[in-house]
Structure formats: structure tokens, C-alpha cells
């Protein structure tokens, strides 16, 4: 009994922020620790959605210049697009060591950025500037950053990106991307964008997952999920299912217009199946569009086809 109490005290710690990415509800989250006089931001959001994460703070009757500690998943902007901002205000920026170099200098993550969003890309991110290298902090894999008498344990686990960190806060895991996408009911979707697709790491990546015993994962694309190893199963099951209409396509030497044209197709089929509402399934596309999986899992394909050589 003191164990659940405690641990019901801890979640009460846990703000989720919903950001309101595009005027849409539950698409993307920010997540706020608070002990005592202690702020802790886990993921930033991109910086177009800044002002909504200061008013979420405002009413909580703090502000937003008191977060002196942030934490990203990856340097995806969804994720990370507005860490700039929080270190401008004198906030650490912790991050994987493989991604502090484009948080310092952006420019490849814009140029990359450009080509999959284009003309849409100031709408959907708003500005993105490099961050001065005092204020970011790389972290290694089962690293424990202490912040007051708050823990955050790294763990690396790749597979959406070779840059991506879940942190694990006393029972509950911040999971990023790596645990999917799951709102309100619905099921857990994968996100497959280029370029570090890789199923392998991604399977190891949730074992690491599953092997820390969390009671819960907090999850990016949105919210909070309980049933952990069942959660990460689904997952599994729809990545590959995923993955493996990309390689039964890969031979039809279609152009990649009419092949995302018919992966949306089959994507949205799926969850009209599953019963979703219209409602529901724009807040998915708002937080993982399949379009993005398109050239995402191709590539996986083509690298190990390159690797079997």
C-alpha cells in the first residue's frame, strides 16, 4: 500500500503539457516535473508552440524562465525545435551525444527538415537557431542526471534515431518516439522517418525498454500508457507489419508519389477498421503523418539490401 501511494504521489509530480501542435488536441506533449523547487521539462515541442507551453506554466503558477533543466528525446523538432528557446533563458539542454552537435549548429537538421516538409516548414516549426554549447549536456547511456532530489536515468535506444534517449524517472519512462504513438484509445502507431530507420536496434531498444519494469510510459504522441509489455507488443506487431508492406512494394518499382499515395491509403483503411473517429485519426496525422514512414522504411529496406551484397 505505501509502495502504491508513493508511486501516486510521484505521477501527481508528472504535468503533461498538451502543446496544441496546429490547433490540434493531444497531438504532441511536453512533460513537466516539479519537486519541491524544482522545474524539469522533458521535450520542448518546436518552437511555434513556445507560447502555449509558457501559458500551461503560467497557470501553474510559475514561470517559464524557472526551467532551468530540459530534457529531449531526440533533436526531431517536434521534440526539440524549441530547446533553443528555454536555453536563451539559461536552460541546460540535455541531449544524446550524437545529437548535441545539431542542437549547437541546426543547419543539416533544416536543410534535411526542408526537403520532407518544404514550404510548410516556418508553419510547422517556427524558427530554429543553434544553441551555445555551455548550455547543452550529452549523456551517456544509464547516465543518472541529478537535479535536486529529481533522477533522470538515460537510456539509449535507437531504432527511430541513432540520437534518441528515453529517460526513466523513478517508475515511469519518458519514451519519446521509440514507444510509438498511442492516443486517447487508439492504437500504437509507429513513426519511421529518415534517416535512421533500423527494426533490429529498434526490437533491442524496447527490450531495454521492458527490461527497467516501468509502471508507465509517458509518451510524446500523447500522453500516459499503463499496460506496458502488452503497449510495446502492439507496437512490435505494427512496425513490422509496416515494414513488410514496404518490402512486398519495394518490386513494383513504383514512384515514391504513388507509393505514398497508397501507404496513406492502407494506413488510414487500417484505422477506420479499428473504429476510429474522424476526430481521432487527424490527431494521429497531426502527430505522425504516414507519409513520413514512406521514405523512412524504404530506406531501411535498401540499406540491408546493400548489407547482404
Known sequence: MLTQFLFLILVNMIKIIDINFLGINSAIASFLIKNQNNLVLIETGPSSSYNNIKKEINSLGKDINDIKHVFVTHIHLDHSGGAWKF?????????????????????????????????????????????????????????????????????????????????????????????????????????????????????????????EAPKKLYLTHFGKSSNVTEHLEELKSCLWDWANWFKNKKNENKDIELLTKEFNAYVHESLVNKGLSKTLIEQYYAANPPYMSVTGLLRYWNKKANNDK
Open 87 to 211: 536555453a536563451q533563458n539559461g536552460a541546460t539542454v540535455y541531449v544524446h551525444p550524437k545529437g548535441a552537435k545539431h542542437l549547437q549548429n541546426p543547419d543539416k537538421l533544416i536543410q534535411s527538415a526542408r526537403k520532407i516538409y518544404g514550404n510548410k516548414m516556418d508553419m510547422l516549426w517556427g524558427k530554429i537557431k543553434g544553441i551555445d554549447s555551455k548550455n547543452i549536456r550529452s549523456v551517456e547511456h544509464k547516465e543518472i542526471i541529478k537535479i535536486g532530489n529529481i533522477n533522470l536515468k538515460s537510456l539509449h535506444t535507437p531504432g527511430h534515431a541513432n540520437h534518441h534517449i528515453s529517460w526513466k524517472y523513478n517508475d515511469v519512462i519518458f519514451a519519446g518516439d521509440v514507444a510509438g504513438a498511442k492516443i486517447n484509445n487508439g492504437p500504437v502507431l509507429p513513426a519511421c522517418p529518415p534517416p535512421d530507420i533500423d527494426l533490429e536496434l529498434w526490437e533491442e531498444s524496447l527490450k531495454i525498454l521492458n527490461d
